[in-house]
């Protein structure tokens, strides 16, 4: 049975290293695993999707609506945007930061409210506020590593497993402060 | 050892593994990271090219001389170095060429969604397309087996989700990577009349033993199950979609060459089902292949020309399966469309631009964004280098006072990549067109990767710098000013006497950008108590800037303390805090 996670959030939020840790993490279980990343143009601060996917044997790198077992989503309004990719009984574990999108700022359009208990109301939502948390940790840029703490929370995958793919895949100056990011949102 | 790796990442280990000696490409989405991690093999020399003409010509060079070579490009980067690329097919190869292409449908990155399989078909040069990252490495080692053997240089097609989804891949030691003799061989290598018209009969002879070699090879797959009515032919990303929606309920032709095509393995696989569908991205290359055999198969008549294909749409089509049950919100969502990152020179460029209402020609990069609202500055974008000679255009048609209310943008790695040649056309031809060059110190777009003007080589090693203001002036420009973008007044009254002059100009807008480790901003901006609330600092689309209950804030986890605002604002109410 294949399993297929998203990574959505905005671009430079960090997405990236998020898929890179759950697919380096993903291998250790001996999965056939596919990552699908987006590089180039869409990275500059626009929506970012990632999709992970491993099992016996994985075809499409890409997920349909509907099927996703879980998506991670980095910010709010990303998160409803991806939830038509959900599977009727799926997770939704979403950082509640917001991120003010260009036509927002432009007054072209409104922040929807209420993000929170819309999405709720249609799926299984785990929540934080994981911009606070790594603030509280002194670095900003954990959050995509505090997220992941959550999702292995979420997960059947050991706990050894993630700090070693951590350890493989973020670079050795910032290893510290990604273990205390994980630990966090593990513990949450 | 299996390992994880991104599509291009096992292009380049098949290269390295292959006993290539040199590669030579120009960045580009979604093929850059082949050459990036080409870099991790020192054995290999490897190169950023101002264009892919530029790229091709040094690969080509160096089969020639006896090394294994490559280049690497997206797809419109195959139609700067198609010159070459139509020669080379005549004169073959020494060492074995091949031509990496990555095509973007869906156009995540790109300007126009164009299928590069009509190359392979218009050279009469073989291509091979992979269908994931173990793929890669596979049949970009087997195209150097083909180039050797058979004289030719080959194309291996990615698409932007195998060049960018990381799977499995068996790693093996590298081989065979002693040089070639080199001899001189005119009538094989100086392709004029007298020797084209030999080769090109040697080219067609090698076409009739590649579609022999396409039908026996293990490339193209067939993939039969019990009971099946239905048999689809696909390739590379169309292969996986389809196995995703229709499993074993449907047989399996996979095609991995591409050019040639097996067309005796076609038509003995289309014997033996009721129905054949084709399905492929973009253009009905193979579908068209499959009607000119006297096949009757269902193609672009079922589906789509445009954009990227889902196992859905395919499951849809073919089974008449709805897709799953999902649920979404009812309310709109307001979209997410790329944004210039906090801290970029070019916001500073096309404020200016927007606030002076000049007409501007742009080009290719990160800046292209400087047509979207609220700078939405940019009137034009066709492909690199065009700002330059479109504006000259323009500039003719329209005559001088037109012109003086006109500008071209450009980036510094663009301009060296083809806004030359424009700009000396303007001053050959009497033009009196202002260009600003976009100088970030980087090609920022494709993540950051060295030009002749960075003064550093893709291996970090210092190198000689071009400088752009003694180029500007050995082409006759007469009027070459460099300025600051984020000095807006300045910058405003640069380009307002530049524009006015009866004489072409250049201005080198000159600030790195945001995203290059040595750029250090800090702190962050926030606003004082004396706003008026005037929203000058709005009109700069700043990500960081927006209106919360009616009032201007500043969000300190999106601004970087560049500090373009505080130089923007009228009222002098923006500060910078540490």
């Known amino acids: ?188 | 050892m299996k390992k994880l790796l991104l599509g291009n990442a096992a292009v380049a280990r098949g290269a390295y593994e292959a006993g290539v000696r040199v590669v030579s490409s120009y960045p580009g989405t979604p093929s850059t990271e082949i050459t990036e991690n080409i870099v991790a093999y020192p054995e290999i020399y490897a190169e950023w090219a101002p264009n892919e003409k530029v790229a091709a010509e040094v690969a080509i060079g160096a089969s020639i001389a006896g090394a294994r070579s490559m280049s690497c490009m997206k797809h419109v980067g195959l139609n700067v170095m198609a010159d070459p690329v139509f020669t080379v097919s005549y004169t073959g190869v020494n060492a074995g060429l091949v031509f990496c292409v990555a095509d973007d449908p869906g156009m995540h990155s790109s300007q126009n969604e164009q299928d590069s399989r009509h190359y392979a078909i218009a050279a009469k040069i073989p291509m091979l397309e992979p269908s994931d990252s173990s793929e890669c490495k596979e049949f970009t080692k087997l195209a150097y087996e083909i180039s050797e053997r058979f004289d030719t240089p080959v194309f291996i097609r990615l698409s932007t989700r195998i060049s960018h989804s990381q799977s499995l891949v068996e790693l093996c030691d590298r081989e065979n990577d002693e040089l070639k003799p080199y001899e001189k061989n005119a009538p094989k290598y100086v392709m004029m009349p007298g020797n084209a018209i030999k080769r090109h009969i040697d080219v067609e002879k090698r076409m009739l033993d590649l579609k022999d070699f396409s039908d026996n090879s293990s490339l193209n797959n067939v993939e039969i199950n019990d009971n099946t009515k239905i048999g689809i032919i696909c390739a590379g990303t169309t292969y996986l979609y389809s196995h995703e929606a229709l499993g074993d309920k449907v047989s399996y032709l996979k095609i991995g060459m591409i050019n040639p095509l097996p067309e005796k393995v076609i038509l003995d696989f289309c014997k033996r089902f009721e129905k054949i569908y084709v399905v492929e991205e973009l253009d009905p290359i193979i579908e068209n292949a499959c009607k000119a055999l006297g096949i009757d198969v269902i193609g672009k008549d079922a589906f789509t020309l445009l954009g990227e294909y889902t196992p859905s749409m395919i499951k849809s089509v073919v089974l008449g399966e709805k897709a799953n049950e999902s649920s979404a919100l009812s309310e709109n969502l307001p979209a997410r469309p790329p944004v210039m990152c906090a801290g970029c020179p070019h916001r500073g460029t096309f404020y200016v631009l927007k606030k002076l209402g000049l007409t501007v020609s742009g080009d290719i990069g990160c800046y292209t964004l400087g047509a979207v609202p609220p700078l939405a500055s940019i009137d034009t974008t066709v492909c690199m280098g065009a700002s330059v000679s479109v504006a000259h255009g323009m500039g003719k048609a329209r005559g001088n006072e037109f012109t003086k209310k006109l500008v071209s943008v450009i980036g510094d790695s663009t301009f060296m990549h083809s806004g030359i040649t424009g700009l000396s056309d303007i001053v050959y031809n009497k033009g009196i067109n202002t260009v600003i060059i976009l100088d970030n110190s980087i090609t920022g777009m494709t993540g950051h990767q060295d030009n002749p003007t960075t003064g550093y080589t893709i291996r970090g090693e210092e190198t000689k710098q071009v400088n752009l203001i003694m180029l500007a002036k050995a082409l006759g420009i007469e009027n070459v000013v460099v300025a600051d973008p984020f000095d807006v007044k300045e910058f405003e009254r640069v380009v307002k006497e530049e524009t006015e002059r009866e004489e072409p100009s250049v201005i080198i807008a000159q600030r790195p950008c945001a995203l290059l480790k040595r750029v250090k901003y800090s702190g962050h901006c926030v606003i004082g108590d004396n706003c008026k609330n005037c929203k000058m600092c709005m009109k700069l689309g700043c990500p960081a800037i927006s209106i919360k209950d009616n009032k201007v804030v500043i969000d300190n986890t999106q601004c970087n303390g560049c500090g373009l605002c505080i130089n923007v604002c009228p009222f002098q109410a923006i500060k910078k805090e540490d």
């Not at chain 1, 999709?51 to 879980?70: Q, R």
């Not at chain 1, 109301?121 to 590593?145: F, H, R």
């Open chain 1, 1 to 188: 049975m294949t399993k297929s996670i998203m990574i959505v959030g905005v671009g430079g939020q960090g997405t990236l290293l998020a898929s890179r840790i759950l697919g380096n993490t993903v291998i250790r279980e001996g999965y056939d695993v596919k990552v699908s990343e987006v590089h180039g143009m869409s990275q500059r601060g626009g929506s970012v999707v990632t999709y992970v996917k491993y099992g016996e044997k994985v075809y499409s790198p890409c997920i349909d609506k509907g099927e996703a077992d879980l998506i991670l989503a980095f910010e709010i309004l990303e998160a409803a945007r991806a939830l038509p990719f959900l599977k009727k009984d799926g997770t939704m574990i979403a950082n509640t930061q917001q991120i003010n999108p260009m036509p927002v700022i432009t007054g072209a359009a409104e922040y929807p409210s209420d993000l929170q208990s819309k999405i709720a109301e249609k799926a299984k939502l785990v929540k934080l506020d994981a911009l606070s948390l790594a603030q509280e940790l002194g670095n900003i840029k954990t959050v995509n590593v505090i997220l992941i703490g959550v999702l292995a929370k979420n997960s059947e995958i050991e706990y050894e497993k993630w700090i070693q793919s951590i350890k493989e895949t973020v670079p050795e100056k910032f290893l510290n402060v990604n273990l205390k990011a994980f630990d966090i949102g593990y513990n949450l």
